[in-house]
């Protein structure tokens, strides 16, 4: 153990004489001379910082950071110059790039550059929701768009806006000041399909498909039919709405559930129907003794039906 101890020591002192590097003292300035300092580039553009110093033979490193992460990079020098270059991950990044430059582990400086996105739009991010709207004059979805250059980097743009409902065509321009922008397509008082596109130049967008569902139901009346009137407990009686609309007159979505509230005096019952079509059906049987019911439906929370009195006779042997 003292051994490896001894050998420890050893190396620890034969580093320290190794180390040759110029220290700047507290009180002195290293003073940069610029000879290339950028301020502003766009994407992908070779990026790289160059100067001379009074300190040309101390430890320099220029620390670099931006919203995807940081790094520290080493100077190449010649003709005592120290350059320092961007890697291609930071300088295809827009946005700001902050750096410093630390001689001797003392921060000398520190500044920003401005990386901008290339001009031309290679990709249109679009998302348009909720993709299910009600008829009306008032609900819509929105459309986002976000015009992208090559390497992902949100840019500025005009560009256009294709809606198609019921083979109607709507062009609208939109200008992009904001690296994104928005649109309101709002419902029609018809149920279908509204079909989304954006396009600047050649380029276009995935396209997008909302759908138009109908509207709170209306009241609506109900009907019965059955074979007979006897109180057998066998037979079924079928009831049935009429066809259930909106107030635009549109269809009601199938599967909307209805209810059925079968009542007397000592007796209550409900029964459930989906609606298909817009009618819904359902069934009940015949009671075993004489009675009279009542019947309403409602489309709970919206819409109801008229009501109906059947009585059930004795049957005749």
Known sequence: MRFILYIFILLLISCKNNKKIKLVPNNQTSKISWINKPRSVYASENIHFTFKTDTINSDILLFINNDYGSSILQPQVKNNQLTFIIPKHFSSVSGVLNYAIVINKKKILTDKLIIKPQKKTTLLETYCGPPYIVASKTDYSMLVVIPNDI????????????????????????????????????????????FVRTYIDSLKSKLLELSILSNNPTNFSISFDRNNSFADGKELTTFKTSVIKDQFNNIIENGTIVSFYISNDDTHLKAYGKTNNGIAVTKFVHPEKIKSFNIKAYVEGFASSNSLNIKYTKKID
Do not use: F, H
């Open 151 to 194: 390497y992902d980097n949100p840019n500025r743009s005009n560009y256009t806006a294709y809606e198609l409902y019921r083979n109607a065509p709507l062009n609208t321009n939109i200008n992009t000041t904001e690296l994104l922008s928005y649109k309101n397509i709002y419902s029609k008082t018809k149920t279908g399909k509204i």
